[in-house]
């Protein structure tokens, strides 16, 4: 046989598509040529699965060899398309079965003695296989994520030898089971860091429950050593577990991006926490072969930005469009690529530039412009603003026995979103405008009295929204079928920067 068909897929983003691998051996001179716009690290390939074969015992051909990747117009890069060619090779020499490859799909990088080395984007390909009702076979390291994902047909291999016995019948490489990792891990001890070693600050305490209960953004203004950010970084403790499709989400995206994924971690919502000279890129994602950026990273769980005022302005702005939307899309010249990005923003920050509110260094013309580093409209988008104040004389000597501990506040909020998603489907956070109407009804009374505040305060409609979120929250929190006034009261307490802001305006205009 003089032509063979292999499948294979390329990496765009979370997508998967097909890429039919076509391998021709013709009279002439002896060569290895591979078309349809590989990038370099496919065209070495030629040198990898040259040195494979031949050293697992198979004959390499004399013939010119012609590789067709097709579509032609669709970009392949990385060592995935190693495995494939090499069968593709042995299926036209006729040194392998063919009657069956067309039920396969591969990839895998291959080393020079044949052995199979892991690849990046496994669980987007055992989908995408999945979806096509064909048997993927993958690297052994790979194989160990792509088999969660529900009803795939994976196959691990560890060495290019293995394939002649599995393709002749005479030992069959077995499928792995789909066996979800959640069921070893216990929901219970999913956190490291317990909010019980937080002393004091019962209100930040409070604010942070309202934020995992509701799904609420959330902004931390104190001075320095308060603990702003040891409590963000409890936020992914009192958090509900994943869901198995959430889970599988957040997999898909570290995956493509090279990090590791712990299986004793599948059910913990990601916490990333990029430095603040981090770049836009960095941010959102990017480059010449779009790759995801922190927030997709943290998607389904936890963005925290600590000194948010040391960010540049730029960069802050960019986040504005994916808080809203719950995606991003990066477009280049000859595609876009659209990643999921729904993740809880928590952020920390100084209220001046020495960190104090009340002390001789700084001016208020300094502290707003200070304050001015953060746009209204990103300030808009943070639900709840809270001041952290400076713990009280004494309190390190008193017992934190009462302090309560992560897995019981996460009973709570899980209890609370359980709430939600019966009455709505969705966390308060992402209630829609005409959701609002429907799911946060006020009286008469209480919405006029809303209005009233928020014309005081100099809000605007997507604060007033927030409000209204909040509120739900707070409600849900309580029990309450609908929300009442001390739950608005309570709500428009937490507008820290809008008190602060009118605070300074009012001193300078004195």
Known sequence: MALACIYSRARIGLESPLVTIEVHLCTGLPGFHIVGLAETSVKESKDRVRSALLNCGYSFPSEKIVVNLAPADLPKEGGRFDLPIAIGILAASDQIPTTELAQYEFAGELALSGELRPIIGEIPLAI?????????????????????????????????????????????????????????????????????????????????????????NLLFVGPPGTGKTMLASRLPGI?????????????????????????????QRPFRAPHHTASSAALVGGGAQPNPGEISLAHNGVLFLDELPEYDRKVLDVLREPMESGEVTISRVMHKTTYPAKFQLVAAMNPSPTGFYNDNRSTPEQILRYLSKLSGPFLDRIDIQLEVARLPKGLWNKTNANNETSEVIRARVKTCREIQLARQGKANAHLSSPEL???????????????????????????????????????????????????????????????????LTASLSA
């Open 239 to 267: 958090l509900p577990p994943m869901t198995k499709e959430e889970s599988l989400e957040t997999a898909a995206i570290h995956s493509i991006c090279s990090t590791a994924f712990d299986h004793k971690h599948w059910l």
């Open 128 to 216: 995408a296989s999945r979806n096509e009702q064909r048997t993927l076979i993958l690297p052994y390291k790979n194989a160990q994520q792509a088999c969660w994902v529900n009803d795939a047909a994976i196959i691990s291999l560890q060495h290019l030898k293995q394939l002649f016995p599995h393709f002749a019948r005479q030992q069959l490489l077995p499928l792995q089971s789909n066996k979800s990792p959640e069921l070893d891990v216990d929901e219970n001890k999913i956190c490291i860091d317990d909010i019980a070693d937080v002393m004091g600050q019962p209100m930040a305490k409070r604010a942070l429950e309202i934020a995992a209960s509701g799904s609420h």
């Open 437 to 503: 109407k429907v799911h946060c009804h006020l009286s008469i009374e209480d919405c006029e009295f809303l209005e009233l505040a928020v014309e005081k305060l100099g809000l605007s409609t997507r604060a007033h929204h927030k409000i209204l979120k909040i509120a739900r929250t707070i409600a849900d929190m309580q029990g309450l079928e609908d929300i009442a006034r001390e739950n608005i009261i309570e709500a428009l307490s937490y507008r820290a920067m809008d008190r602060l802001i009118q605070h």
